[in-house]
């Protein structure tokens, strides 16, 4: 991950901490409860997003990576990657 990519990652995670103060802020305000969930729901979404570009990263630099060399890396690296897809769908 470079650089650029790491500030990006962090300036989104920062943007999403603040939603989720603002859900909870809604909450303790007793704010109707659908407007709460489209928070939380938009919330998910963007989590979800930083997970699918921190996995794309990772396949695209240490999966490779690790299938170029070959051995007991390669097989570890993609069953790391399978779990995180399989986690990702689950969720």
């Known amino acids: 991950m470079t650089e650029t990519d790491r500030q990006d990652l962090l300036i989104r995670l920062r943007r999403i901490e603040g939603q ?5 802020r809604m909450v303790e305000d007793d704010k109707y409860c659908i407007d709460v969930l489209t928070q939380v729901s938009a919330a998910s979404r963007a989590l ?8 794309a990263d990772h396949m695209g630099h240490c999966l490779v990576d ?11 690296k993609l069953k790391e990657a399978t779990d995180a897809i399989a986690r990702l769908v689950r969720s």
């Open 66 to 76: 690790a299938t170029r060399a070959g051995g007991p890396e390669k097989d570890a």
């Open 20 to 24: 989720v103060r603002g859900i909870a």
């Open 48 to 55: 979800q997003s930083v997970a699918l570009g921190l996995l």
